[in-house]
C-alpha cells in the first residue's frame, strides 16, 4: 500500500520551499539510497562471477527449469506541502518452475510496509505482512490457448498487468488505474493469442473459482474480497514502421458483503512509432443506485532520450495526462513529467513530478523519486 499526503493546495509554490522541500527529502532519502547503492555496488562483481555472470538483473535460471528473481524499491516522496518521506514498500521474491514444455507453476510474493519515514517524525511504525501478489498454475493447452489458475494481476487495460514497481514507467500510477477495479483476479483465466497476416489477436477471459481475491492479505481497504469476472479483446496491426493495438475491456464485481454488482468497462490503445510507445486508456465504472460514475483517461508518451546524449542508455522522458472525475466532488485534472533511467540490468532509477488541480489522493503535486535493485 503506497502511502499518500493529503495537504493543502497552493499555488503559490516557490523554489525557496522547493529547495527546503528536496533538502529535506534528501536527509532521509539519501543515506538509505547511498547504503544500498554501496552494497549493490560492492556485490554486483563477485556475485556476478560467481553465481550468475550474464543475467544479473534478469532473474537466475537453475537446473529442472526453476528460476528466481526479486527486487527492492525504495520510494522517495517531497510535495510541495507537507513533510517529505521515505518508504521500502516493494519488495518481492518471483519463482517460476516448469514442471514440463506445458505445464508451469508461478509465484511472487511480497513484503509490504517493510520500513517508512518522515522527515522530523523519524522511522514509523511497520507490520511487515508477507502477500502472494501473484500465485498461479500455468498450462500450455495448445500454441493460441493458455489456461492458469490462480491469482493473477486483473487483465483489465494496459497499465494494470505491469504493476511490478520497477517496470512502470513512472513511481505513481495514473488516477483510472487506482481502486477503481480489483487489481487481483483468483480464478480460472483463459488467454487465447494468434496472429494473421499481420494481424495480432488477443483475447483473455477470467472469473473466479472461490471468493478470496488475494491470498495473504488481511484487511484494510486494499482488502479486495468478493466476486469478479471479466474479458478483454485486443487487436493489433504493423503499419509500416510502427504497431498499433486497440483493447476493449469488460468486467463485473461484487466486493464481500454488497448485494449489487459494480460494471467497469474500459478502452486502451498503444502506438509504438520511432521509439515513442504511446499508450492511452478510458476506464468507466457505471454508477449504482443513488450513486454517481466514476471514470477517467489518461494519454502517456515515453520518449527515447538516448538519440540526443551517447551517455543516456535506456534513458526515457515521460509525459502524461490525465482527467479523472470521482465519486464525489468534481473532476480532477492532473498530469507528470517524468524520466525512467535503467543504466543497467539490475538498477532502475526514476524521478517523475506530479502536477494536479488539487491536492488530493490521486493527484499531490510534488516530487517522486525511486531507485530498484533487481536480481
Known amino acids: 500500500m503506497r502511502v499518500v499526503i493529503e495537504p493543502e493546495w497552493t499555488r503559490r509554490t516557490t523554489s525557496a520551499a522547493l529547495r527546503h522541500a528536496a533538502a529535506s527529502a534528501l536527509r532521509i532519502v539519501g543515506p538509505v539510497a547511498l547504503a544500498l547503492g554501496l552494497a549493490a555496488s560492492a556485490g554486483a562483481e563477485s556475485s556476478a562471477r560467481a553465481i550468475w555472470p550474464n543475467s544479473l538483473g534478469n532473474g537466475l535460471e537453475l537446473e529442472h527449469g526453476l528460476w528466481i528473481a526479486g527486487d527492492v524499491t525504495v520510494h522517495g516522496q517531497v510535495p510541495e506541502q507537507g513533510p517529505s518521506r521515505v518508504e521500502i514498500d516493494d519488495l518481492s521474491f518471483l519463482a517460476r518452475w516448469e514442471l514440463t514444455t506445458r505445464l508451469a507453476l508461478f509465484g511472487e510474493l ?33 500454441p493460441a490457448l493458455t489456461v492458469r489458475l490462480g491469482t493473477v494481476y486483473t487483465p483489465f487495460g494496459l497499465w494494470n498487468v505491469i504493476r511490478r514497481s520497477p517496470f512502470t514507467w513512472t513511481v505513481e500510477e495514473p488516477a483510472i488505474a487506482d481502486d477503481v477495479f480489483p487489481t487481483h483476479s483468483t480464478g480460472l483465466s483463459l488467454l ?32 479486495e474480497r468478493g466476486w469478479l469476472t471479466g474479458t478483454r479483446v485486443a487487436v493489433g496491426r504493423i503499419l509500416g514502421p510502427a504497431f498499433g493495438s486497440l483493447g476493449l475491456n469488460a468486467a463485473g464485481f461484487r466486493n464481500r458483503g454488497q448485494s449489487t454488482w459494480g460494471t467497469v468497462l474500459g478502452l486502451d490503445s498503444e502506438l509504438d512509432l520511432v521509439g515513442h510507445q504511446v499508450t492511452g486508456e478510458v476506464t468507466w465504472r457505471l454508477a449504482g443506485s443513488g450513486q454517481r460514475s466514476v471514470h477517467g483517461l489518461y494519454l502517456q508518451d515515453v520518449i527515447p532520450l538516448e538519440p540526443f546524449s551517447a551517455c543516456a542508455r535506456n534513458l526515457y522522458g515521460v509525459v502524461r495526462f490525465e482527467y479523472f472525475q470521482p465519486g464525489t466532488g468534481r473532476a480532477e485534472i492532473g498530469g507528470i513529467l517524468g524520466l525512467y533511467w535503467r543504466p543497467v540490468p539490475w538498477l532502475v532509477l526514476r524521478t517523475d513530478y506530479t502536477f494536479g488541480s488539487r491536492t488530493i489522493e490521486r493527484f499531490q503535486p510534488g516530487l517522486n523519486t525511486s531507485i530498484s535493485f533487481l536480481f
Open 192 to 223: 487465447y493469442q494468434t496472429t494473421w497476416r499481420g494481424w495480432s489477436f488477443d483475447a483473455t477471459s477470467y472469473g473466479p473459482v472461490q471468493d478470496t481475491v488475494r491470498w495473504g492479505h488481511t484487511g484494510g481497504e486494499d482488502d
Open 110 to 142: 511480497r513484503m509490504e510496509d517493510f520500513f517508512e519515514a518522515v522527515a522530523g517524525e523519524g522511522v514509523l511504525p511497520s507490520e511487515r505482512k508477507f502477500v502472494f501478489e501473484r500465485l498461479y498454475a500455468e498450462a500450455l493447452v495448445t
